[in-house]
């Protein structure tokens, strides 16, 4: 049997944990905002986000535009504020699913239009905005 | 040196930082706050010592632990290297609550039976959560672990999991970033995950 503890209660209000996490007030009236904002779509946000047949992550979207902008492995990792070899394992990832066999055909096949539009704004971005609009 | 002080409801969490837990990462944290605890994260701690060394200040100063070793596997990208952070801190936690057994008490979560068994069989003994890759399979094994009368039942638990889950992306974007486990975006997840809570609670419960 694994392991299980018998814990006090009452158990800590809301209130007092929420008064822990110091959170500016402004920042919690905007999180509640978003909390209660009606959910028009129902598109999850670990779903993917669809470019033609492909399906990419909001991570891989993030790391395809940095890559774009020719940032190093160590650079994206230090943008994204995660390990070199997270960034490596993300890319390869990226790499299988695009079908390329390197980097450069990677950057080459994202701005020949098939990932990408000229200004660098995905499609499914745009799609996603004049949806909005 | 005095023992730092231990919060009764903080819990550290030993879990792996990649896109692919992302969904179990958010359910430890809703299970966790459902069940009126803190959840901390090693990436918390600001910089300055070795990290090492703040892990460790982190395990002393929690309650609980959890090590969630199910993604305790090899790189994607070669050279192929195993994980070796979820076990070392899982090492320096049982020392630390061999020493002082009354401020710290670990658990071991696994994706499916018998992999503990392979993968550490000095843990044999040792029963560990199993949550088969699943957000119901860590609600519910938080709900076994921490056992107290009143607790919230899964799907209460899930329903605020959901709420968080969809809202998630638009937290992201208002934050202005991508990562999850940045210490402002862990920090606003608990807030939600909170939140939730309290717009989920059936309206008869306190």
Same mark, same amino acid.
């Given at each position: 049997?694994?392991?299980?503890?018998?814990?006090?209660?009452?158990?800590?209000?809301?209130?007092?944990?929420?008064?822990?996490?110091?959170?500016?007030?402004?920042?919690?009236?905007?999180?509640?905002?978003?909390?209660?904002?009606?959910?028009?779509?129902?598109?999850?946000?670990?779903?993917?986000?669809?470019?033609?047949?492909?399906?990419?992550?909001?991570?891989?979207?993030?790391?395809?535009?940095?890559?774009?902008?020719?940032?190093?492995?160590?650079?994206?990792?230090?943008?994204?504020?995660?390990?070199?070899?997270?960034?490596?394992?993300?890319?390869?990832?990226?790499?299988?699913?695009?079908?390329?066999?390197?980097?450069?055909?990677?950057?080459?096949?994202?701005?020949?239009?098939?990932?990408?539009?000229?200004?660098?704004?995905?499609?499914?971005?745009?799609?996603?905005?004049?949806?909005?609009? | 040196?005095?023992? %730092?002080?231990?919060?009764?409801?903080?819990?550290? =969490?030993?879990?792996?930082?990649?896109?692919?837990?992302? @969904? !179990? #990462?958010?359910?430890?944290?809703?299970?966790?706050?459902?069940?009126?605890?803190?959840?901390?994260?090693?990436?918390?701690?600001?910089?300055?010592?070795?990290?090492?060394?703040?892990?460790?200040?982190?395990?002393?100063?929690?309650?609980?632990?959890?090590?969630?070793?199910?993604?305790?596997?090899?790189?994607?990208?070669? %050279?192929?290297?195993?994980?070796?952070?979820?076990? =070392?801190?899982?090492?320096?936690?049982?020392?630390?609550? @061999? !020493? #002082?057994?009354?401020?710290?008490?670990?658990?071991?979560?696994?994706?499916?039976?018998?992999?503990?068994?392979?993968?550490?069989?000095?843990?044999?003994?040792?029963?560990?959560?199993?949550?088969?890759?699943?957000?119901?399979?860590?609600?519910?094994?938080?709900?076994?672990?921490?056992?107290?009368?009143?607790?919230?039942?899964?799907?209460?638990?899930?329903?605020?999991?959901? =709420?968080?889950?969809?809202?998630?992306?638009?937290?992201?974007?208002?934050?202005?970033?991508?990562?999850?486990?940045?210490?402002?975006?862990?920090?606003?997840?608990?807030?939600?995950?909170?939140?939730?809570?309290?717009?989920?609670?059936?309206?008869?419960?306190?």
């Amino acid at each position: 049997m694994p392991l299980s503890v018998q814990i006090p209660t009452p158990r800590p209000s809301r209130e007092s944990l929420i008064k822990r996490l110091r959170i500016p007030k402004a920042r919690q009236a905007e999180l509640r905002a978003i909390m209660r904002e009606p959910e028009t779509s129902p598109q999850a946000p670990f779903s993917n986000v669809t470019f033609g047949e492909l399906q990419l992550t909001p991570r891989e979207k993030e790391l395809l535009r940095l890559v774009i902008n020719a940032l190093s492995n160590r650079e994206i990792a230090r943008q994204l504020g995660v390990e070199e070899r997270t960034v490596k394992t993300h890319l390869s990832r990226l790499m299988r699913k695009t079908g390329s066999e390197n980097r450069i055909e990677l950057v080459m096949l994202a701005l020949s239009g098939s990932l990408a539009t000229e200004d660098g704004t995905f499609r499914a971005e745009r799609i996603a905005q004049k949806q909005i609009a | 040196m005095p023992l %730092p002080p231990v919060d009764p409801n903080s819990v550290f =969490l030993n879990i792996p930082y990649d896109e692919e837990f992302d @969904k !179990l #990462y958010l359910a430890y944290i809703v299970g966790l706050y459902q069940l009126g605890f803190e959840p901390y994260l090693a990436s918390e701690i600001p910089g300055g010592e070795r990290r090492v060394d703040r892990v460790l200040a982190l395990i002393q100063s929690c309650r609980y632990s959890i090590h969630d070793l199910s993604r305790v596997e090899l790189s994607v990208t070669p %050279p192929t290297t195993p994980r070796f952070n979820m076990p =070392l801190e899982l090492g320096l936690t049982i020392t630390w609550a @061999k !020493l #002082y057994p009354k401020r710290h008490t670990w658990f071991v979560w696994e994706s499916s039976p018998y992999r503990l068994q392979k993968s550490m069989s000095d843990l044999n003994g040792t029963d560990p959560n199993i949550h088969y890759g699943s957000v119901e399979g860590i609600l519910s094994e938080l709900r076994n672990a921490f056992v107290f009368r009143d607790a919230p039942p899964v799907p209460q638990m899930l329903e605020a999991y959901g =709420l968080v889950e969809r809202k998630v992306g638009r937290i992201l974007a208002s934050a202005g970033t991508a990562s999850l486990y940045s210490a402002t975006v862990f920090k606003e997840l608990c807030f939600a995950a909170l939140d939730a809570a309290d717009i989920t609670k059936p309206k008869s419960s306190p």
